[in-house]
């Protein structure tokens, strides 16, 4: 009987996918935090579906294996520290076999803009508030409005994975005035909400992206972008040596830390307040800052052993796209993390749902996705 519903479902797996994942997407890109009764709802009714979804995919032994093992885990850390963003990410990426990436993240973009645009024209319209954040920029404090978002960081982080993931499915179909178009959106962004960060991040895209563009030869754009392979292990071992290293007053460290708005300063406090641990523990401040980098976030409160195995998953991930030359993936992902130096959100998979891609290394559908993603 159940093997009977197993096989009457199974054509229906991408749409219970879509059932879970876009909803919660939805819920990013208007704004509502998973802290609010209705994301509570949204998620419950979603995970009913990624339930299915788990029901009826075939996974062989070692999938299983690895499942099982990072799942508890993950779920030993949560009942320790209460984290539960990479718990939800692991969870999206187990769940998206037999799934076409590439499809899910076109309808994301798409959510994504209708999302943001939903909750934008109800703040201007005074249906719903939006908060006026004070916030210093190279010694000059802004008024600025987040738009109903919780900050404008998080507003123009949403926008920057818009264009990010257009990138990422549609650059073969993308016209050098397609890239004008969205960069001139970007540049309008940033005068709303004031994200340097964000800014910087698109800006080091556009240029991997001329790179890219100008280096004809294969064989030197395999030798040429391979270091890039290393990128999310640097990041990692800069963003705790810059932290340990910052109450040195080593010049370029401050320099750097001023570039990143205390960035490293705050994290520096961060290791100083909590010190390390193999599984994570609850952050304790002792005073009010928050951690935006993701690396040090995860290595604080998921513990050295799953900071080691995230770093090697993501590395892994860079490398396989570089080894079948998707070099598009490849800057995507490497953009991202250094993306998560200066933000936490790059390790949500609702904030950064090209996470998914991780999905296609795991289950070794890369050809199939290769193909999908053909104009």
């Given amino acids: 009987m159940i093997k009977a519903l197993r096989k009457k479902l199974k054509p229906y797996g991408e749409i219970f996918y879509m059932l879970y994942f876009l909803p919660l997407a939805g819920c990013v890109a208007m704004g509502i935090s998973s802290a609010q009764t209705s994301y509570r709802l949204v998620f419950a009714g979603a995970l009913l579906f990624l339930l299915l979804k788990f029901f009826i995919t075939d996974y062989n032994k070692k999938e299983l294996f690895f499942i099982i093992t990072t799942m508890a885990l993950l779920g030993y850390v949560f009942s320790r520290t209460r984290e539960k963003a990479l718990l939800l990410t692991a969870l999206s990426i187990?769940?998206?076999?037999?799934?076409?990436?590439?499809?899910?993240?076109?309808?994301?973009?798409?959510?994504?803009?209708?999302?943001?645009?939903?909750?934008?024209?109800?703040v201007l319209l005074g249906k719903v508030p939006g908060e006026i954040h004070q916030l210093?920029?190279?010694?000059?404090?802004?008024?600025?409005?987040?738009?109903?978002?919780?900050?404008p960081n998080s507003a123009y982080s949403h926008i920057l994975?818009?264009?990010?993931?257009?990138?990422?499915?549609?650059?073969?179909?993308?016209?050098?005035?397609?890239?004008?178009?969205?960069?001139?959106?970007?540049?309008?962004?940033?005068?709303?909400?004031?994200?340097?960060?964000?800014?910087?991040?698109?800006?080091?895209?556009?240029?991997?992206?001329?790179?890219?563009s100008i280096i004809k030869q294969e064989k030197v754009k395999k030798v040429f972008f391979f270091p890039l392979n290393l990128v999310p292990l640097g990041i990692a071992v800069f963003s705790y040596f810059f932290s340990i290293m910052y109450s040195g007053h080593i010049w370029y460290i401050d320099k750097l830390n001023d570039l990143v708005t205390n960035r490293i300063l705050f994290s520096s406090k961060a290791l100083n307040d909590n010190g390390l641990s193999w599984f994570g523990h609850v952050v304790v401040k002792s005073w009010n800052y928050y951690i935006?980098?993701?690396?040090?976030?995860?290595?604080?409160?998921?513990?050295?052993?799953?900071?080691?195995?995230?770093?090697?998953?993501?590395?892994?991930m860079c490398y396989k796209y570089w080894e079948v030359e998707?070099?598009?993936?490849?800057?995507?992902?490497?953009?991202?993390?250094?993306?998560?130096?200066?933000?936490?959100?790059?390790?949500?998979?609702?904030?950064?749902?090209?996470?998914?891609?991780?999905?296609?290394?795991?289950?070794?559908?890369?050809k199939k996705e290769n193909s999908t993603s053909a104009p």
């Fill in 94 to 122: 187990f769940g998206c076999k037999d799934v076409s990436v590439n499809k899910v993240i076109k309808y994301t973009v798409f959510v994504y803009i209708i999302g943001m645009g939903l909750t934008i024209s109800l």
């Fill in 136 to 151: 210093s920029k190279n010694g000059i404090t802004y008024s600025i409005n987040d738009y109903g978002f919780s900050h």
């Fill in 161 to 212: 994975m818009i264009s990010i993931m257009g990138v990422a499915v549609w650059h073969e179909r993308m016209r050098w005035y397609h890239y004008v178009v969205m960069s001139v959106a970007m540049l309008l962004a940033y005068k709303v909400f004031l994200s340097r960060t964000g800014l910087l991040i698109y800006l080091l895209l556009c240029v991997m992206l001329v790179l890219c």
């Fill in 292 to 316: 935006d980098n993701a690396y040090i976030n995860v290595l604080l409160s998921y513990g050295i052993f799953v900071m080691i195995l995230w770093i090697l998953s993501y590395t892994f």
């Fill in 326 to 366: 998707n070099y598009i993936l490849l800057l995507v992902m490497v953009v991202l993390a250094i993306y998560a130096f200066m933000e936490y959100s790059p390790i949500n998979v609702t904030w950064n749902p090209l996470l998914l891609f991780m999905s296609v290394i795991l289950f070794g559908n890369m």
